[in-house]
């Protein structure tokens, strides 16, 4: 008997066309573009360095950045299952109620959370649901910039992480760091210097391996350098420094600590570089990472088949590992989840969702306030409606940078005026 699903599981890439192609090193070109008269790029072997000029201190917290790239599905992670509508407009994929964690009068989480239990039960997990921009935008684009950016109407383009390292006089470009990408992402595009690299392992000097016993190439470049005038001889130097200052990183275990296992692929191998990053104490403040395509337009799927099925569980295994292998280093870093936007209400034909407006944030760690957040706005089950917005992403942010970092919201967020949350202790 043929399985009727059969023709709609697709065989490529589940996303649409705009996501497919989208380049985040072309939206880095054109932030560098727009802001070269101010800022100077270095590249050495995999590793993209910005100006420096500071030596590195340690971190008192960590704040990781996960974006959920593709726009993610907030009603399939933190279900409304206290709103009938649901139901009615995802007859197929929609996740059965007798199946959700910690599930209050409304809401419950995706069963494949289950790895993330243990810090939902203590307080350190939350979600705030119908979160996103002001304004629809579901170009995978513009949407981007513009949450990266956070800051609308500004012809700067400086992102709101390099605002937010920006800060205070301290400048040093371990302040920020990308993992598993080896091009920064545009919330980092900006003045202030930060590094991306695939792995930790890419934190070199190409050229300085096993073959170079008596260490001839660093020392011919920094001859080479060492009198060098304007921005390329200040950039090339800042990158060979930040090198040797994030060589405590490279002295750490690749081993994960505490027992801690992590699933295979690209979000664990990132998570666990994060956590080994963090051990080393080398001054990251700030830590990204990309995981996607959570683009679903096709297979999303039910329970018991779907991109989504397994990409929660991914998900869930990572940053439980994540945390685990942290140990007491826990106690200093938090992590908070972001999307560009949310999908429509109604399923499609597929078995999937197109792009909508509002979705779910998550936070994790550090001075959560564990449990559900944000303002419910009752769903309508017409065919292009959405998940309206009722909390701009900015007043999620603003809570963690203020009370976590010690930043205003006004320095990360100008002219924004943030709205309480509560997601922050």
């Given at each position: ?9 697709p065989?490529?890439?589940?996303g ?9 090193r072309?939206l ?8 070269a ?5 270095a590249?050495?072997g995999?590793?993209?360095v910005q ?10 917290a960590?704040?990781v ?17 206290g ?9 197929r994929?929609?996740?059965?109620a007798?199946?959700?964690l ?14 993330l ?19 629809p935008?579901?170009?995978h684009?513009?949407?981007?910039e ?8 500004s ?8 605002r937010l390292?920006?800060?205070d ?19 980092l ?5 930060s ?18 016993r ?29 090198i040797?200052?994030?060589g405590p ?5 690749g ?6 296992s992590y ?9 666990a570089?994060t956590?080994?990053?963090i ?7 700030v ?5 996607g395509?959570?683009d ?6 039910p329970?018991?088949w ?9 998900l ?5 590992a ?7 280093l ?13 999908r429509?209400?109604k ?8 792009h ?8 994790f760690g ?10 419910w ?5 017409g ?9 701009d ?5 603003s ?10 919201s ?8 943030p ?7």
């Amino acid at each position: 008997m043929t399985d009727p699903t059969d023709a709609v599981r697709p065989t490529t890439a589940t996303g649409c066309h705009e996501f497919s192609g989208l380049s985040r090193r072309g939206l880095l070109r054109g932030a560098l573009v727009a802001g070269a008269g101010m800022t100077s790029v270095a590249t050495l072997g995999s590793a993209f360095v910005q100006t420096s000029y500071a030596a590195t201190r340690s971190a008192p917290a960590v704040l990781v950045v996960l974006s959920m790239r593709g726009a993610v599905d907030g009603m399939s992670l933190v279900v409304p299952h206290g709103d009938p509508v649901y139901y009615t407009a995802r007859p197929r994929i929609a996740v059965p109620a007798s199946t959700l964690l910690a599930k209050d009068g409304f809401f419950g989480l995706h069963p494949n959370l289950a790895p993330l239990m243990p810090l939902w039960n203590a307080g350190r997990m939350a979600t705030v649901h119908a979160t996103g921009l002001p304004a629809p935008n579901r170009s995978h684009f513009s949407a981007i910039e513009e949450v990266e950016d956070a800051d609308p109407g500004s012809s700067a383009r400086v992102g709101w992480l390099n605002r937010l390292i920006g800060r205070d006089a301290y400048e040093h470009p371990l302040r920020a760091v990308q993992l598993g990408e080896s091009v920064p992402p545009a919330a980092l595009a900006g003045p202030r210097p930060s590094v991306a690299v695939e792995s930790i392992a890419d934190m070199r000097l190409a050229g300085a391996d096993q073959w170079d016993r008596q260490g001839r190439r660093p020392a011919s470049m920094r001859t080479m350098w060492a009198d060098a005038r304007g921005p390329l001889g200040v950039g090339a130097r800042s990158a060979m420094g930040a090198i040797d200052d994030f060589g405590p990183v490279r002295a750490t275990s690749g081993n994960p600590a505490n027992g801690a296992s992590y699933p295979g692929g690209d979000l664990g191998k990132a998570l666990a570089a994060t956590a080994r990053t963090i051990r080393g104490d080398v001054g990251a403040e700030v830590i990204t990472i990309d995981h996607g395509s959570w683009d679903h337009h096709v297979n999303l799927g039910p329970l018991d088949w779907g991109s989504m099925q397994q990409m929660t569980t991914e998900l869930a295994r990572g940053i439980a590992a994540f945390f685990t292998d942290l140990g007491p280093l826990a106690g200093k870093v938090t992590l908070v989840t972001i999307s560009e936007f949310g999908r429509r209400t109604k399923e499609n034909a597929n078995y999937g969702l197109d792009h909508g407006f509002g979705t779910a944030m998550m936070l994790f760690g550090a001075g959560v306030k564990g449990g559900y957040h944000g303002s419910w706005p009752g769903l309508t089950g017409g065919a292009n409606d959405d998940l309206l917005v009722t909390t701009d992403f900015r007043s999620v942010l603003s809570e963690v940078v203020t009370k976590r970092l010690g930043a205003s919201s006004a320095q990360v967020f100008p002219g924004f005026q943030p709205e309480a949350v509560g997601a922050m202790a």
